[in-house]
């Protein structure tokens, strides 16, 4: 036995935010036993003790591991491995090589987030497994934090597995119990659906209701699959949340429950032909990650996600600005205006098409016009940025329609300038965001991508948001394949070089990538607004978001909905925003997002100018984040104080059930004073009787001091604290 130290100097996020290093410390021992140890048992625990990760290797070889808290299981004994197409299967016959440990505690600085410095503090353990029958190498490394763990399989460089077809991983996660759990359906193309909360014993019975009614092209697995990110609880008040980090090159992992033993096995996404991955040695797997606490709250604070991802890859990120915009969307939404042109051609061929031909149908939203007047909402209240969506021909025949080629990205409807529009946005001062929908036609997309964003940039575009919505082509390629997912991080990668930021809707749902590639500002990847124009979305969604959505990333919800009667935009459209202004309002803080729409119709805002006041004061950064009170699907309080200001937020959204939230304004600096604005809802306020029922109101706060704030049904509130 002998002692290697390696990994020992200075870290730091390569970006021109990071002032300083922080060092690397490196307290643990790290042991490399070397040749053959065989069958036996590893336990490595949290820096904190709370969190213990026991791996062993069975008689027959078979790698298993299981996490406990504070005593208290979590995983129970679970299987580890992969089958192979070809080669025999690395699930069982291993010996114990080698055993690596190490301990690292070290801080850095992302470019954006929910605070300005992140501490990434973990034991680490690589287990080196041989498969003495194939001359096979695998290793799991597992990374264990006061707060969860991490883990995944690498396999090195070697000549018995050089290329190799995963066919199905066999990681396992065994439950303590029948937990409730917060759940969507399996599915291979899409994450936009409502959650469902039950035991775990009762997925399958609700599989059925967990309905999408609005696209067509879902891909739905099977009644006892769920997707991640996954939140569970204990009887005895253990929260958990499975999910997975730093997907890259590799499907997504969905979840397939055995309803009699309570085990989750991974369940990948397959390629057009059933296989699930593609790998070459060396090469790792993306993290499983199991976040754990005895607090709800801490499933919020955890930053297992993105610590388990790699620095930032952008050298020069100045050009990364976090976003709060309006855009000309809400009304094509809710099919006030439309994103098409005209009504002539069922069937549009790009490149036999003259426009300028045909007979307008008169409600097109990106006319010359009606952009001008959101740019001039825009630089009236100190907004960013305009999208603008349906500004390029194609869109009379896109949606759903399994076509090679839909959109060119270049060129504009006749009524919408340009040129003209681009000087009159930058006169104001104001951004247009680019909107590219692919129509899922990613080939398509991908060969017209570099003079897409070509074109951007030669009309001072910054931002692009993207969309997936249609079957993938090529055919039989669906959303989360690892094709797929190569192609959307291949389109944030070269948007790089663009110094382009990236805002993908309908992508593969968010692992921490933006640490890595932080112009990736913004993802749906989830059920957002627009569903309120689509039937509507049951009241409790945002406060189930941040325990799983949110726990890979932002999102690009698009809160702001002041006027809940859809029909006043559109009546045929009988939709209903099923929440109270005031919980609108909440979602700017416990939602965060270096993105933020003010996703309602200008005319909209100006009836509420008051209320629209938190939406223009509302930070998009910040220097730290404070999780007040949550329970998943209940409630959800943050406090966040902005980035380099004197200046904090507070957010409470509710869900269901009417209550009496408690501020705790102990995160404030002792002994001042400070003048808080509070946006509350109403008295009689409830989301369906009386939704815009809100009172402003201002108090004189300290750190000491506690308030009690009444939320409605599907209500809640929002705050801005200033110094006095
Ligand atoms: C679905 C997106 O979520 C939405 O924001 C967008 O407007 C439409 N697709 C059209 O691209
Ligand atoms: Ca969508």
Partial sequence: MFFVLKNIGYLCENNSYTFFCMKKTICGAMALLMGFVGAGAETVSSPDGNVVLDFTLTQTGEPQYAITYKGKDVI?????????????????????????????????????GEESQIRNHYKEMAVKLKQPSTKREMDVRFRVFDDGVGFRYEFPMQKKLSYFTVTDEVTEFAMPGDLTAWWIPGDNDTQEYEYTRSRLSKISKHYDSTVNPTYVWQGKTGPNDVQTALMLKTDDGLYVNLHEAALVDYPVMHLRLNPETLTFTSLLAPDAVGDKAHMQSDCTTPWRTVIVSDDARDIL??????????????????????????????????????????????????????????????????????????????????????????WNIGWEDWSGKEKDEVFDFITPYPDFDLPMLRDYAKEKGVKLIMHHET?????????????????????GYDAVKSGYVGNIIPAGSNHYSQWTNNHYLHAIKKAADYKIMVNAHEAVRPTGLCRTWPNLIGNESARGSEYHAFGGTTPGHTAILPFTRLIGGPMDYTPGLFENDISKYNPKNKSWVNTTLANQLSLYVTMSSPLQMAADVPETYEKFIDAFQFIKDVALDWDESYYLE??????????????????????????????????????????????AVIYRDGK?????????????????????????????????FAITITPA
């Fill in 301 to 390: 604070a955890s930053r297992i996600t993105l610590n388990l991802n790699e620095p930032c890859a952008i050298e020069d990120v100045s050009w990364i600005k976090p976003c709060k915009y309006v855009g000309v969307w809400w009304e094509m939404i809710n099919r006030m205006s439309k994103w098409s042109y005209t009504n002539d051609m069922p069937n549009i061929h790009l490149d036999r098409v003259d426009y300028t031909k045909t007979k307008p149908h008169g409600k097109h939203g990106a006319t010359n016009e009606n952009v001008k007047r959101y740019i001039d909402f825009a630089a009236k209240y100190g907004f960013d940025a305009v999208l603008v969506e349906g």
């Fill in 439 to 459: 129509s899922s036609s990613v080939r398509n997309y991908e060969r017209r991508m570099d003079e897409a964003y070509k074109f951007m940039k030669d009309n």
């Fill in 630 to 675: 949550a329970e998943p699907m209940e409630y959800v309080t943050t406090a966040r104080k902005a980035k380099g200001e004197e200046r904090w937020f507070v957010g409470g959204t509710n869900g269901m059930e009417p209550r009496t939230a408690t501020v705790d304004f102990s995160f404030l600096p002792k002994g001042k004073k400070f003048k």
């Fill in 684 to 716: 009689d306020a409830h989301y369906k009787t009386n939704p815009q029922s809100y009172v402003i109101e201002e108090k004189t706060i300290t750190s000491k001091t506690k308030l009690k704030i009444a939320e409605a049904a599907s209500g809640g």
């Fill in 76 to 112: 129970k004994p679970s299987r580890l491995g992969l089958k192979l197409k070809s080669g025999g299967d690395l699930t069982d016959g291993f010996t114990i090589a080698g055993v690596d440990t190490l301990t690292v505690d070290e801080t850095w600085k992302p470019v954006w």
